[in-house]
């Protein structure tokens, strides 16, 4: 396959607001050992490309510069060692860089064949917060069948998808916070026991009076310092607190840690950039498992709220900022 020298990206000159951004050319990258080169059709916008290009969340030293994290597209080199992708194939990605691109390189152990029957944009719309949600939800916040949740930002990306995953592995009930009655409702349609209206509610008294006092078992957030004493006063016994970003500010203080004792709480939390190579791999493992086959089956769905071409990178980051999207941002590379 005959391969260009350069390509379209979308450049970042320095840190700012959406316009900062703009569309350069330069240098096709080259894929290293075990990694790929895909031809990419469609890539995700998510909280971390607006914080990076804000320039509060660089890129690794080893990761490209160029923004953006899942990326689909078509496999069109191979770095030296990889054996379980051929060139033709079609697959979707968590990238460490470089997704707002016509080329991407990405590490094979962080890539997966499109669920079939899905096209780019849906296939672009899950690596991100797939990864993201089974590796806090699940691997490390440890959700079971018959326990209860509560998901923050329910009507985002990584909220319908923690809604979808949390009911088809048998949550017992699941609650999510939203940012108006029409985000609460997508987030019961999806499959939520009680949207729950953040801006007209206190999440908090409605955990009470939905679980009789007892709490929930598992809760997701987004939000941070903002939410933490009421998320530890929403948690059962034995319950577990995951954080995923701090959307409300980094910083509590003045917070009551007892009931962190009294209540044998868990505080857990984690980004998905820094993570290795090979805990990546396992994540990946995991969901070409267990929730490939419900992709393909039709059980759970990317929701995605806009497709919009990459020429379009500053409305697309603006939409994510005024948080009224439900779903997934995607947008396509001609």
């Known amino acids: 396959m005959s391969l260009p020298s350069d390509m379209r990206f979308v450049d970042l000159p320095s840190f700012g607001d959406p316009e900062v951004m703009t569309i350069a050319r330069g240098p096709l990258p080259v894929p290293r050992a075990g990694e790929i080169l895909v031809k990419v059709e469609a890539a995700g916008v998510n909280r971390p490309d607006v914080q990076q290009r804000k320039g509060a969340y660089p890129a690794p030293k080893d990761a490209s510069p160029v923004l953006g994290l899942e990326i689909a597209g078509e496999v069109v080199a191979l770095g030296d060692g990889v054996t379980e992708f051929k060139l033709g194939d079609k697959v979707c990605a968590l990238a460490n860089g470089g997704g707002y691109a016509e080329y991407c390189t990405v590490p094979a152990s962080q890539t997966l064949f499109w669920p079939k029957g899905y096209d780019s944009v849906k296939a672009a719309a899950l690596p991100e917060t797939f990864f993201t949600v089974w590796a806090n939800l699940f691997q490390m916040a440890g959700l079971t069948e018959g326990e209860t949740v509560l998901i923050h930002g329910g009507s985002s990306g990584i909220g319908t998808t923690a809604i979808q995953l949390a009911k088809v592995f048998g949550a017992s009930a699941i609650y999510a916070t939203a940012g108006s009655r029409e985000k609460c409702d997508a987030c019961e349609k999806l499959g939520a026991t009680r ?36 998320n530890l006063a929403s948690l059962a016994k034995d319950g577990c607190l995951s954080m995923i970003a701090f959307l409300g500010g980094p910083v509590a203080e003045k917070v009551n840690l007892t009931p962190i004792m009294v209540k044998r709480l868990t505080v857990t939390g984690s980004t998905m950039r820094p993570r290795t190579a090979e805990e990546k791999r396992a994540i990946r493992d995991d969901l070409l498992a267990e929730v490939w086959p419900q992709l393909e089956e039709g059980t759970i769905a990317p929701l995605i709220h806009d497709v919009l071409p990459i020429e379009r990178v500053a409305e697309a980051h603006r939409l994510m900022e005024t948080s009224t999207h439900i779903g997934k941002i995607i947008m396509t590379v001609q």
């Open 195 to 230: 949207g729950i209206d953040y801006k007209t509610e206190d999440f908090a008294e409605v955990i009470k009076a939905e679980t009789k006092g007892k709490g929930v078992d598992v809760i997701l957030d987004m939000i941070g310092a903002s939410y933490f004493e009421k």
